[in-house]
Structures are given as structure tokens and as C-alpha cells.
T-cell receptor, first 115, second 110 residues
């Protein structure tokens, strides 16, 4: 009974490197969401994807950040040329996609630390 | 813009009752969620309100007033394990975009 799986749990990168965060949604879920959480702050929406489509990327920085959810395999959040300000917890959530306003199921997050 | 306000932190005693308030001013409203998040862990679903009134689920209840842009989460018979951050979140606009408040850090003491 796997829930939303994220890996790695912790990721350390040096400034200028690339970070790849992976998210496998719950079985049967076709909608994926990425959120970022900074210390003492709330979860900030980044991007909402369905299989092979980006539905809403209004919360994602225009540069260096990209996301995909391919037909096969996990969703990937990619951060190029990381900077210290990218250090945060990145959470992925999924929902079935049957209707609007569905409950989101969250993964345990990836803690990204940029040195 | 979207604005969701909740107190930053609260302290309560084991066995007591605590009410965590949330007010929101959003463009569009399609329902309000409460999530619980322990430090370093995934947020977990507690409750969902889309109509005015009280939803009760065991020790947890959630209330919504759409006309006032107001909700609260009520926790009864507090236990030490209830110490966590409680997140208020609103579905805004179309689709499934969930906007979160900054969370209320609840500390339960003996």
C-alpha cells in the first residue's frame, strides 16, 4: 500500500550543480503537484501536472526550474545551477484526478541543501 | 491575491480543548482543508469543508463560514502526539490548486 514516494529524502548540492527530485504518485493517481516549504513558512505551490502535461506552473520560477510527468515513470522536478536560496523542503502530492477539489496525498518530501 | 491567516503558534495542556482559527481572502473558493504536519514529515489530511457548518471526526472537528471567510479546527482531549503544525488550505480558482496558510505550531504540554 505505497503512498506518494519521493526520493531522495535528503539531497546535498554545491552551488551551480543540478538537482533532480523524483516523485512517484499513489497508485491510480494521475495528478501531481509540487510544493516548496521554507523554514517557518507555509507550503508554496509550484506546479501542477497531469501525465505528459503541465496544467499550472504559475508558482514555479521562470528560470532554472522545470518539471515533467512523463507517460512512464515518476514526476521529476529539476533545478539547474542551484543557489543557496533554493535550499528548502520540496513536497510532492498526488490526487486521483476524477473531479475537482480532491484531497491531496503528500509524500515525505526531499530536503535540498545547497552548500 | 490570496491571503490565508492563522496564528503562528499556540500552547495547550494535555486533555484540554484547543481551537485553531483560520481566515481567508481568496479569489474564488472551492473548499477548505486542514492538514497536520509533524516536523520533517508529510502533511496528512484531517478535514475538508465546502459547505457552512461543522464537520466532526472523532477528536477533531472543523467549522466553516463562507460569508465570513472563516474556519476553525477544534481538537478535543489533547494528547502529546497532537503537538504538530496545523495547516489551513483553500482551493482557489479553477482546477486543483491548493493555497496554504503558514501553519499554526501547536505545542501540547503536561
Amino acid at each position: 500500500n505505497a503512498g506518494v514516494m519521493q526520493n531522495p529524502r535528503h539531497l546535498v548540492r554545491r552551488r551551480g550543480q543540478e538537482a533532480r527530485l523524483r516523485c512517484s504518485p499513489m497508485k491510480g493517481h494521475s495528478h501531481v503537484y509540487w510544493y516548496r516549504q521554507l523554514p517557518e513558512e507555509g507550503l508554496k505551490f509550484m506546479v501542477y501536472l497531469q501525465k505528459e502535461n503541465i496544467i499550472d506552473e504559475s508558482g514555479m520560477p521562470k528560470e532554472r526550474f522545470s518539471a515533467e510527468f512523463p507517460k512512464e515513470g515518476p514526476s521529476i522536478l529539476r533545478i539547474q545551477q542551484v543557489v543557496r536560496g533554493d535550499s528548502a523542503a520540496y513536497f510532492c502530492a498526488s490526487s486521483p484526478g476524477f473531479s475537482l477539489n480532491e484531497k491531496l496525498f503528500f509524500g515525505s518530501g526531499t530536503q535540498l541543501s545547497v552548500l | 491575491g490570496q491571503n490565508i491567516d492563522q496564528p503562528t503558534e499556540m500552547t495547550a495542556t494535555e486533555g484540554a480543548i484547543v481551537q485553531i482559527n483560520c481566515t481567508y481572502q481568496t479569489s474564488g473558493f472551492n473548499g477548505l482543508f486542514w492538514y497536520q504536519q509533524h516536523a520533517g514529515e508529510a502533511p496528512t489530511f484531517l478535514s475538508y469543508n465546502v459547505l457552512d457548518g461543522l464537520e466532526e471526526k472523532g477528536r477533531f472537528s472543523s467549522f466553516l463560514s463562507r460569508s465570513k471567510g472563516y474556519s476553525y479546527l477544534l481538537l478535543k482531549e489533547l494528547q502529546m502526539k497532537d503537538s504538530a503544525s496545523y495547516l489551513c488550505a483553500v482551493f482557489t480558482g479553477g482546477g486543483n490548486k491548493l493555497t496554504f496558510g503558514t501553519g499554526t505550531q501547536l505545542k501540547v504540554e503536561l
